[in-house]
């Protein structure tokens, strides 16, 4: 038996919602069918899986060290040349990184046999003026400047008036001194 999971290339979060769904495979590419199998569905950093349809949540006690989120996928036996499809839903902070991790272990959690990731997905261009910013499996993620109507601050900004106002006050005074030294007294007759 020959364990492996896959994962889309590319996915879509909702900028508003921060909502995306994934799809997971596990995969016998082996010649025979396996044993009872499970698969771990867990989500790191930015990245918070909310459901997979057809699993259960795993206790926070029981989480993967460093993970914030997991669902267990009872398989069972899955013959040569088979595979299963899980829907799952999550959250992604686009405005940090976020990975997911796909352990395929025995029913019993005690052996492990094929584990993909933890890997992120992520954008390098982000978009956060547009309704979802698509994401790219192994890509980390450039987390997302100002969206909406706020544009990122570049050149001068406040911090420049206070300096400015004393450059202009500065200026006042050494054309005051001028003149003043230039004056010529009035002769009286």
């Given amino acids: 038996m020959k364990l492996t999971t896959t994962l ?7 900028n508003s919602s ?19 199998i499970r698969l771990l569905v867990v989500g790191f950093d930015g990245l918070k899986v909310t459901g997979v349809r057809g699993c259960d949540a795993v206790a926070a006690k029981d ?3 460093g ?12 013959g040569a040349g088979r595979s299963k499809s899980y829907a ?7 405005g ?3 990975r997911i991790c796909l352990p395929v272990q025995s029913a019993d959690g005690k052996k492990t046999f094929w584990q993909q990731g933890p890997v992120p997905f ?7 003026n547009a309704p979802a910013t698509p994401l790219l499996l192994g890509t980390d993620n450039k987390p997302v400047g100002p969206g909406g109507d706020q544009l990122p601050k570049t050149g001068a900004g406040r911090d420049v008036l206070p300096l400015g106002a ?21 002769q009286r007759s």
């Fill in 88 to 94: 799952v839903d999550a959250t992604f902070d686009l």
């Fill in 96 to 98: 940090g990184t976020g």
């Fill in 63 to 65: 989480l993967p060290a």
């Fill in 18 to 36: 921060q909502k995306t769904a994934i799809t997971a495979t596990v995969k016998n590419e082996g010649t025979r069918e396996s044993a009872d």
């Fill in 8 to 14: 889309p290339a590319r996915i879509s979060v909702d």
């Fill in 166 to 186: 004393a450059g202009a006050a500065l200026i006042a005074a050494g054309a005051a001194g001028v003149w003043w030294s230039q004056r010529r007294p009035r």
């Fill in 67 to 78: 993970s914030n989120s997991a669902f267990s996928c009872p398989v069972g036996a899955l």
């Fill in 122 to 128: 992520g954008t390098t261009n982000p978009s956060p």
